[in-house]
């Protein structure tokens, strides 16, 4: 079983960052593919983006490529999502979802890939 916990949320202008972070509780946290996720009110669940443990293998969302970057420390077992130039678009509940599968594959982008989410953090932008 895991547990994750996201902190880091919180009202920001347009054009400033945030960093959120997500917190795993889990015994062995390598061989996991941690990814972000939004949701906006009203609409789905959207894809953010996905690290590997294996090879640190990076995805994207398309609206969010070159301003957004996961990162993760493995030692502290901790996922980070720092998000910078926030547009007014990315105000939503953030989620950090994790899998036992860190085989990098076009999947990833689909929450029913991920066996494990938090509670989510909110992002809210202030335009």
């Known amino acids: 079983q895991m547990q994750l916990v996201e902190s880091g949320g919180g009202l920001v202008q347009a054009g400033g960052s945030l960093r959120l972070s997500c917190a795993a509780s889990?015994?062995?946290?390598?061989?996991?593919?941690m990814a972000w996720f939004l949701q906006a009110p009203g609409k789905e669940r959207e894809f953010v983006g996905v690290?590997?443990?294996?090879?640190?293998?990076?995805h994207y969302a398309d609206s969010v490529r070159g301003r957004f970057t996961i990162s993760r420390d493995n030692a502290k077992n901790m996922v980070y999502l720092q998000m910078n130039s926030l547009k007014p678009d990315d105000a939503a509940v953030y989620y950090c979802?994790?899998?036992?599968?860190?085989?990098?594959?076009?999947?990833?982008?689909?929450?029913?890939?991920?066996?494990?989410w938090g509670r989510g953090t909110q992002v809210t932008v202030s335009s």
């Open positions: 979802a994790a899998a036992l599968k860190d085989i990098p594959s076009p999947t990833m982008r689909l929450s029913s890939f991920y066996d494990y």
């Open positions: 889990v015994r062995t946290f390598s061989n996991y593919a």
């Open positions: 690290i590997t443990w294996s090879i640190g293998y990076t």
